[in-house]
């Protein structure tokens, strides 16, 4: 029974985490939105890509970077007959040099958040998801780690 109740304490700890990600010391990225399928219209990515700018310089992040730190959101879609299944990510990869040697560089992946669902709405569902809810997870452990 003890065991039983330190594994429930351990484990109720991990619900209290946002990520297993820190953004602390984040400052600056260029910012980019990829998808390389043909349902979502240039126009559409244009202005998925304003509103993902926008957003991220309130926050008081820069949007532009010489350094390899890259913030991206990726999104998915599979057609699955009238609806669509849909992948949306945010995640940063930048430069990182590890404690095992410090001359070394490498590329990481040091935040990273996904949505799915399947939805009918394809432009209103995938605008939502990033905009109403991947931006604002990440915002939210922003502001408490910066």
Do not use: H, W
């Not at 700890?13 to 399928?37: D, H, I, M, W």
């Amino acid at each position: 029974m003890k065991k039983m109740i330190l594994v429930l304490v351990l484990l109720s700890s991990y619900c209290f985490a946002l990520t297993p990600f820190s953004l602390e010391g984040f400052k600056q990225a260029n910012v980019r939105v990829l998808y390389k399928g043909d349902l979502l219209k240039k126009s559409f990515l244009e202005k998925l890509q304003a509103d993902v700018l926008s957003n991220i310089k309130n926050m008081g992040i820069k949007t532009s970077s010489k350094e390899f730190s890259n913030l991206l959101i990726k999104i998915n879609i599979e057609e699955a007959g009238e609806e669509y299944a849909v992948l949306t990510s945010l995640f940063i990869v930048e430069s990182v040099n590890p404690i095992r040697d410090k001359e070394l560089q490498n590329i990481a992946i040091t935040y990273k958040k996904d949505d799915f669902f399947i939805t009918n709405e394809l432009k209103t569902d995938v605008y939502e998801s990033i905009i109403e809810f991947l931006i604002p997870l990440f915002e939210e452990q922003y502001n408490e780690e910066k």
